[in-house]
C-alpha cells in the first residue's frame, strides 16, 4: 500500500540551529503535502498545506519564516524549523495523499521528534 | 470551528473486553468523520470512515456509527486483543475527497492485557 516515509525519526539539536525535516511518498505522487504538529497529551494540529511547485499555504498562528516549507518535487517536501528554541520542540506529522485514487485516504509518517536544547 | 471531544486516557482493559471510546464533534455543515489509529512505533493509520449520518463505519471488528442527532463517534469493539493496544484518534474532514484539512481528537491511548 501507499506508504509516506518520514525522516529523521528524531532528532536533538542546540537552541539557534535550524532542523530540516524530509516527508516522502514512496509510490506515489502527491501534489500536496500536510504537515502536522502534536505537543504531549494534545490533538495533531495542522501547521500547512506544502503545494508542489508553489508556496505552502500556512494555518493561522503559524510563522512561515520559522517553519519553512519546500515542496520541489511530487514526492518531496520539507520542513525547516529555522533558528530552534526549546518551545519548538515537539512531534512533527506530515501526510499525503493519492490524487490519482478516487477517495485515496490520508497517509501518515512515522513522525519526528524534535528536541532543542 | 470544527472541534473533536475524545475520552481522555489510559483506557486499560483485559483481553476479551468490550471497548468504547467516546468521541463527539462541532461542525459545520456535514463533516465526514473518520477513527484513526497509531501503533507503538508507526505512523497513524486510517482505521474506519463514516461520511454521512448513519453511516456506519467497521473494520477489524471495529465499529462506528455516525450519530448527527447526537455529533457522536463512539468507537466500538466486542473483543479486544493484546494487539489492540494503540492510540485512537477520532478526526473530522468538511469534505470527503476534497478535504484534506483533519480537525483531530486528542488521541485515546488503549492498553490491552492479558
Not at chain 1, 46 to 61: F, I, P, R, V
Not at chain 2, 2 to 24: D, H, K, R, W, Y
Request: charged residues 15%.
Amino acid at each position: 500500500g501507499a506508504v509516506v516515509s518520514q525522516h529523521p525519526s528524531w532528532v536533538i539539536c542546540k537552541s539557534g540551529t535550524s532542523v530540516k525535516i524530509e516527508c516522502r511518498s514512496l509510490d506515489f505522487q502527491a501534489t500536496t503535502m500536510f504537515w502536522y504538529r502534536q505537543f504531549p497529551k494534545q490533538s495533531l494540529m495542522l501547521m500547512a498545506t506544502s503545494n508542489e511547485g508553489s508556496k505552502a499555504t500556512y494555518e493561522q498562528g503559524v510563522e512561515k519564516d520559522k517553519f519553512l516549507i519546500n515542496h520541489a518535487s511530487l514526492t518531496l517536501s520539507t520542513l525547516t524549523v529555522t533558528s530552534a528554541h526549546p518551545e519548538d520542540s515537539s512531534f512533527y506529522i506530515c501526510s499525503a495523499r493519492d490524487q490519482t485514487l478516487h477517495d485515496s485516504p490520508l497517509h501518515f509518517g512515522n513522525g519526528t521528534r524534535l528536541t532543542v536544547t | 470551528g470544527n472541534s473533536v471531544t475524545q475520552m481522555e486516557g489510559p483506557v486499560t482493559l483485559s483481553e476479551e473486553a468490550f471497548l468504547t471510546i467516546n468521541c463527539t464533534y462541532t461542525a459545520t455543515g456535514y463533516p465526514s468523520l473518520f477513527w484513526y489509529v497509531q501503533y507503538p512505533g508507526e505512523g497513524l493509520q486510517l482505521l474506519l470512515k463514516a461520511t454521512k449520518a448513519d453511516d456506519k463505519g467497521s473494520n477489524k471488528g471495529f465499529e462506528a456509527t455516525y450519530r448527527k442527532e447526537t455529533t457522536s463517534f463512539h468507537l466500538e469493539k466486542g473483543s479486544v486483543q493484546v494487539s489492540d493496544s494503540a492510540v485512537y484518534f477520532c478526526a473530522l474532514s468538511p469534505l470527503w475527497g476534497g478535504g484534506n484539512k483533519l480537525t483531530f481528537g486528542t488521541g485515546t491511548q488503549l492498553k490491552v492485557e492479558l
